[in-house]
């Protein structure tokens, strides 16, 4: 396993883990007090997507060879993928909103900001599942 | 693209430079073993840049090495 794969198993663990704790929390708490305050606060936990660079470090002094030309397409092909899924993701996200509350009605602001946090999360999610994909696949490029 | 496929002998020609394995292949052209790997299996199609390299590492011409075919 590559430093590549290795940061995009990270990534789907933390954020997996990240979903089921916040959404576990909220739940709990919300059988319990009846409201959540406390529970959305374990969403924090995304930051230890930021420490990645520092868990995988790139070897120093080695003549080995860590990533080429083959790593990067593979990246570039899954942000491709990323970004088509994303966008209409979000436009399907958008048209649905609409049809859920009607045009009449109207949203409140914090929605604007979780379909900004919830599309981060998507493309971060999408991303590490096409690069392990990919590598899985043993990157056959249709040729 | 999807009726073409590149064929390549480096496989062969590991063995008749002095059966080298694929780490030592890689570290002469630059890539990762992983990338030998692909290039072999016909997984992966190299850039012409690393085709040259690969080719060179042989000292034979790229046509050795790679040739283009294609499917009916």
Redesign the interface.
């Known amino acids: 396993m590559?430093r590549m794969q290795k940061i995009a198993w990270f990534n789907l663990i933390v954020i997996t883990a990240t979903i089921i704790i916040t959404s576990a929390a909220i739940a709990i708490e919300f059988h319990i007090r009846g409201y959540s305050q406390i529970g959305p606060y374990f969403v924090a936990m995304l930051a230890m997507l930021k420490i990645t660079p520092l868990l995988f470090k790139k070897p120093q002094g080695q003549?080995?060879?860590?990533?080429?030309?083959?790593?990067d397409f593979i990246v570039q092909r899954a942000i491709s993928f990323t970004n088509t899924a994303f966008w209409l993701v979000f436009i399907l996200s958008c048209f649905l909103l609409w049809l859920a509350i009607r045009p009449e009605s109207s949203v409140p602001t914090i929605t604007l900001s979780l379909m900004a946090a919830g599309g981060a999360l998507f493309v971060k999610a999408v991303c590490s599942v096409a690069i392990l994909i990919q590598y899985g696949r043993?990157?056959?490029?249709?040729? | 693209?999807?009726n073409?496929?590149?064929k390549n002998q480096i496989r062969r020609l590991r063995f008749e430079n002095g059966e080298i394995t694929q780490q030592q292949l890689?570290?002469l052209v630059?890539?990762?073993r992983?990338?030998i790997l692909?290039i072999e299996?016909?997984?992966?199609?190299?850039?012409l840049t690393?085709a040259f390299k690969i080719a060179n590492a042989f000292k034979v011409p790229l046509e050795t090495v790679f040739q283009y075919e294609k499917k009916n």
């Open positions: 590559n003549s080995k060879v860590v990533c080429d030309e083959r790593d043993g990157n056959k490029d249709g040729q | 693209m999807g073409s496929k590149l890689a570290d630059g890539v990762t992983q990338t692909a299996a016909g997984n992966y199609s190299p850039s690393l």
